[in-house]
């Protein structure tokens, strides 16, 4: 009898639970501690336009000017985020790993004077060119659709400030009228590259600032998982996807 009288009941309460669970997590987590948490894993697609790149070095479809195609400055990052959310704002911690698209070539800056000298350029060879950049975050998301329901879509955007370090070295090779060397003196830098020692390696600060403008469209799921397209400035120009869970 005693059987008979508490399974069903407990059945009954178990279903409740779980409804509960299903419908009110959210509302009874933010009751709990006024915020909630979430982790991301970000992936990013990093460049610089061409066409600003155009503005201080000669390209191949210039005439007269050397005939193989000038490096697209460029990147991949894969990070972590972990985020506060409260209301519409999010604070974001992120720390990633940049791995650098560069590849080696050569760069013939553009005379500002009337003689024009193609010749006087450097070639320069990235090796293991790459850095651990990190920062902070803030978003302010604007609602699409019920931010309550199982899934939502809202507009995240905002921007942050962080600091990246780059490791690698940048390798170059100098005209040879540029410099003293038994090497190829008469020779220009895309001749030298591949017969000659490079001159050196370039200097240039290892930390640098990362200014972080970003606008996205978050794809909210079942009340705990996310996905986000996002785009704008991070440092460079970028495209990209984050997904996680929240809890
Ligand atoms: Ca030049």
């Not at 005693?2 to 669970?21: G, S, Y």
């Not at 000017?65 to 985020?81: C, D, H, K, W």
């Not at 013939?108 to 990235?126: M, Q, Y």
Request: with cysteine.
């Amino acid at each position: 009898m005693f059987l008979f009288a508490v399974l069903p009941a407990t059945f009954f309460n178990v279903a409740i639970a779980q409804d509960n669970d299903t419908i009110n997590t959210r509302d009874l987590e933010i009751r709990d501690r006024d915020y909630l948490m979430q982790t991301n894993v970000r992936y990013r697609n990093l460049f610089v336009p061409d066409a600003l790149m155009d503005t201080w070095f000669y390209n191949s479809d210039t005439e007269g000017a050397y005939s193989e195609p000038r490096p697209s400055i460029g990147a991949t990052v894969i990070g972590l985020e972990y985020a506060f959310l409260n209301e519409g704002n999010t604070w974001t911690i992120w720390g990633e790993y940049m791995g650098s698209k560069l590849e080696q070539g050569y760069w013939d800056d553009i005379e500002t004077s009337e003689t024009v000298d193609h010749d006087d350029g450097d070639w320069v060879r990235p090796d293991n060119f790459s850095g651990w950049w990190g920062g902070f975050n803030y978003a302010y998301t604007v609602p699409l659709t019920d931010p309550n329901k199982a899934i939502s879509l809202g507009l995240p955007m905002g921007g942050g400030l962080g600091v990246g370090y780059i490791t690698g070295n940048l390798t170059y090779w100098r005209p040879g009228t540029a410099i003293e060397t038994d090497c190829e003196p008469a020779a220009p830098a895309y001749v030298r590259y591949s017969v000659c020692e490079p001159d050196g390696e370039k200097e240039f600060p290892r930390f640098l600032p990362i200014l972080d403008i970003s606008l996205g469209l978050d794809v909210n799921f079942a009340n705990r998982a996310h996905i986000r397209f996002e785009g704008g400035l991070h440092d460079m120009i970028y495209y990209g996807i984050s997904a996680g869970g929240t809890f």
